[in-house]
């Protein structure tokens, strides 16, 4: 036994003070559910008493509350477009102490280099970050992503005490059809967690979606999907991010039908940062379950202990003897007022620096492309053309027949339709998908971005080549990022160098050059109804119904 246990076991059978003490505070039991006046002692990263004990140094807590810090039970660090260091902290500061991270986006540009950086540039941040594996690398078969990742791949990764399982398994149909390639990943991580994509299958393929030993679900949109998970022994894990928000949804059903809630746990999957410290991170989601209805410890329990447990993290998600000190204190327990988080131990201000972890080249010299030609865009139409549609306020898109404006045998862009362009950037292939695009609306100008849905190549939108070229310029130019062009010149561009998907500034600086990006796109005629660059982003995403643009073509979802 080393001399740090022989003290600990001395301060926990109370003959040793411990370091620090919180002093009278109502207590938040995850476990029984009670909310019991007791004294917590810590000493370095670990809770050592709950009950009555004395410390060097104490701090009254009469009248205030402890919790355990909350956990974000699936998320993507890469969609904030920073460091993954700067979501991780302004989250921290709100609460949440631990992140089961996936991946995705990164591993999709650059495969395990990608996974690596994601897992280096979480090391020694003000929380617990834990990674999925990401398991469809490329998204689909028609994808042309920067790599492919093989069970075989992701073998490198089984023994990495900060990997818990399989990210997101979207590919459903493949699993369910007992795809090989597929279930030699699901077999490497059988006995650690595989995480879900569901949402709303009908009962026989969710029947043999669970068989496959898929345990988990961030889909659910409704109470009633999330009921029929749950019955086939499911976690639910509910999202409420910037983009998808499901809580209520969900939440109210649980409530009016009086549901155990010990299955359920809170996620964000994508949420921003200006959000995040305007409306808190799984705080939030822990505020809005009370104000639903959800008794709070019941609210804590599922934003703790339900996801500590769904992922084997027995130190974590609780305040007993030998947890993690990562704890929140509260003023207020109805309206979850948080007066301080402690990780490990200690309190967690906001750093005057950024983290940056040492960045491989390679990944910040992802946009990988073929000199582009005005030829290169050109669109051959005769007669009527398969338009992809725009839908106001929504990722999908309508397929729609039409007659689209021509000269010579070409495409001709316009205010209504507009040209898209989907160029392969990750091993210069060449590969240039050219398509028409209806309810976008961008008027004299182009906007383009390395954000696109999964594989993250380029992808342009204008009413004219002369922009659409200038766009594509700067983003060879920049590493990938957001810009956006008028009259053959780039107005603002957004640099995510990394992997051409993050950036090294400050979250800060990012979000002003994405706020004036906007702010041209909207001047430049884009549709009010629709997020301009979400939109965007969303473009090439194979897996959303109806109509998209790759590289290879215009791609119509299940025909
Ligand atoms: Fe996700």
Not at 22 to 51: H, L, M, P, R, T
Not at 322 to 350: H, M, W
Not at 525 to 534: C, K, S, T
Request: one cysteine or more.
């Amino acid at each position: 036994m080393n001399q740090k246990t022989v003290r600990e076991m001395a301060i926990a059978r109370g003959d040793q003070l411990a370091q620090f003490v919180f002093k009278n505070v109502s207590v938040i039991n995850v476990y029984s559910g009670e909310i019991i006046v007791q004294d917590v002692a810590i000493e370095d990263d670990k809770i050592i008493v709950v009950g009555q004990c004395s410390g060097v140094e104490e701090l009254d807590c009469t009248g205030k509350y402890l919790c355990p810090g909350l956990i974000d039970s699936h998320l993507h660090l890469e969609s904030t477009m920073v460091h993954p260091s700067q979501l991780v902290e302004q989250a921290s500061l709100t609460g949440t102490t631990t992140f089961i991270v996936d991946p995705h986006e990164a591993a999709n540009v650059a495969g395990k280099a990608g996974i690596n950086f994601m897992l280096d540039a979480t090391k020694d941040v003000t929380g617990n970050v834990y990674v999925m594996v990401p398991s469809c690398v490329p998204a689909s078969q028609y994808d042309d992503s920067g790599a492919t990742l093989l069970a075989s791949d992701l073998a490198d990764y089984l023994d990495n005490e900060r990997v818990l399982g399989l990210g997101e398994l979207m590919s459903s149909d493949e699993i369910v059809a007992g795809d090989a390639v597929m279930h030699d990943k699901i077999e490497l991580f059988r006995d650690k967690v595989l995480d879900g994509h569901a949402g709303s299958y009908d009962d026989k393929k969710l029947n043999a979606y669970r068989f496959s030993g898929v345990e988990t679900d961030h889909e659910c949109t409704t109470y009633h999907d999330a009921l029929r998970e749950l019955r086939c022994g499911m976690y639910v894990h509910i999202r409420e991010g910037s983009a998808t928000k499901n809580l209520d949804a969900i939440v109210e059903g649980i409530v009016e039908n009086n549901l155990p809630t010990n299955r359920f746990t809170f996620c964000t999957d994508d949420k921003h940062i200006s959000e995040i410290i305007e409306r808190g991170h799984i705080s939030y989601n822990v505020r809005r379950a009370i104000e639903l209805g959800v008794a709070p410890v019941k609210a804590i329990q599922m934003a703790t202990i339900n996801a500590a447990t769904c992922y084997g993290l027995k130190h974590l998600g609780a305040i007993s003897p030998g947890c993690q000190a990562d704890l929140i204190l509260l003023s207020d327990l109805n309206s979850f007022v948080i007066e301080t988080v402690y990780f490990k131990g200690r309190p967690i201000v906001p750093s005057a620096d950024l983290t940056d972890s040492e960045i491989a080249l390679n990944l910040l010299n992802s946009v990988n492309i073929k000199p582009l030609e005005q030829s290169d865009i050109q669109l051959t139409v005769s007669g009527e053309f398969p338009v992809i549609n725009v839908i106001d306020g929504q990722i999908l898109t309508h397929k729609t027949i039409e007659n689209v404006p021509q000269k010579d045998g070409y495409f001709v862009a316009d205010d209504i339709f507009n040209k898209v362009v989907a160029i392969e950037r990750h091993k210069a292939t060449g590969k240039v998908g050219v398509g028409v695009l209806k309810n976008y609306g961008i008027v004299n100008g182009a906007i383009a971005s390395t954000v696109s849905h999964d594989s993250h190549n380029i992808i342009v939108v204008g009413d004219n080549d002369t922009d659409i070229l200038a766009c594509v310029a700067k983003i060879k130019e920049i590493g990938g990022g957001y810009c956006i062009a008028s009259g053959g010149a780039v107005l603002e561009a957004v640099p995510l160098e990394i992997m051409g998907l993050m950036s090294r500034q400050d979250y800060h600086i990012v979000e002003q050059s994405v706020s004036h990006t906007l702010e041209i796109a909207r001047k430049l005629g884009v549709n009010p109804n629709i997020d301009p660059l979400i939109t965007l982003s969303f473009l090439a995403l194979t897996v959303i119904p109806e109509i998209r643009i790759i590289p290879r073509g215009v791609f119509e979802v299940g025909v």
